[in-house]
């Protein structure tokens, strides 16, 4: 299947520093992709949807300056974690689907963002 | 928007039994609704997907069933094995936008 690589794997910082997290499409290019938070135990959770050569959408909740999201390619979208705090900690998710006869979404392998 | 609900949380089964996981969804323009395998700490792996103009898909051990009237879907998982322990995901989307996942079901399979 398609790949979508997401760097860093995971990442230790201190409160109220900045923390960029990359998504990449390896191999197709990615019109829209998508940014997830997963807690312990729970379910992954849509935080925004980030759209090649424009704005992102949020989600209801999810503050768009402090969870800063750049699309500026079609293999590649950013999510800044500005200002972390510990309740920040999470497991981040990116996802992007690859549209056409075998339309699917992939994952990335996630970031697990530590803030102390 | 899209809601997912999804059924049971946990589900504890022994080996070679089957496993039944099923989620409803309530927007009914949803029209792709896949099926997610999650180890711990890792990425979720789609494990299988049906569409809105399909009414059941298998692919060996596992089977997907869709009810667009009632709009539920259910994953079956038949000869359960061990290494199938995993949390698994439903989700629904129309054309892979705004895909909503269920909470989440762990699955434990008993030697």
């Known amino acids: 299947g398609a790949v979508v690589s997401q760097h860093p794997s995971w990442v230790i910082c201190k409160s109220g520093t900045s923390v960029k997290i990359e998504c990449r499409s390896l191999?197709?290019?990615?019109?829209?992709m998508f940014w997830y938070r997963q807690f312990p135990k729970q379910s992954l959770m849509l935080m925004a949807t980030?759209?090649?050569?424009?704005?992102?959408?949020?989600e209801q909740g999810v503050e768009k300056d402090k969870f800063l999201i750049n699309h500026a390619s079609l293999t590649l979208s950013t999510l800044t974690v500005t200002s972390a705090h510990p309740e920040d900690s999470s497991f981040y998710i990116c996802?992007?689907?690859?549209?056409?006869?075998?339309?699917?979404?992939?994952f990335g392998q996630g970031t697990r963002l530590t803030v102390v | 928007g899209e809601n997912v609900e999804q059924h049971p949380s946990t589900l504890s089964v022994q080996e070679g039994d089957s496993a039944v996981i099923k989620c409803t969804y309530s927007?009914?323009?949803?029209?792709?609704f896949p099926w997610y395998k999650q180890e711990l700490g890792k990425r979720p792996q789609l494990i299988i997907d049906?569409?809105?103009?399909?009414g059941e898909k298998k692919d060996q051990r596992i089977a997907v069933t869709l009810n667009k009237t009632a709009k539920h879907f259910s994953l079956h998982i038949t000869e359960t094995q061990p290494e199938d322990s995993a949390v698994y995901f439903c989700?629904?989307?129309?054309?892979?936008?705004?895909?909503?996942f269920g909470a989440g079901t762990r699955l434990t399979v008993k030697p």
């Open positions: 927007d009914s323009a949803s029209n792709y």
């Open positions: 996802s992007a689907f690859l549209a056409g006869v075998a339309t699917a979404t992939f």
């Open positions: 989700a629904a989307t129309y054309n892979n936008n705004d895909m909503r």
């Open positions: 049906i569409r809105s103009n399909v």
């Open positions: 980030s759209n090649e050569g424009s704005k992102a959408t949020y």
């Open positions: 191999d197709f290019q990615a019109t829209t």
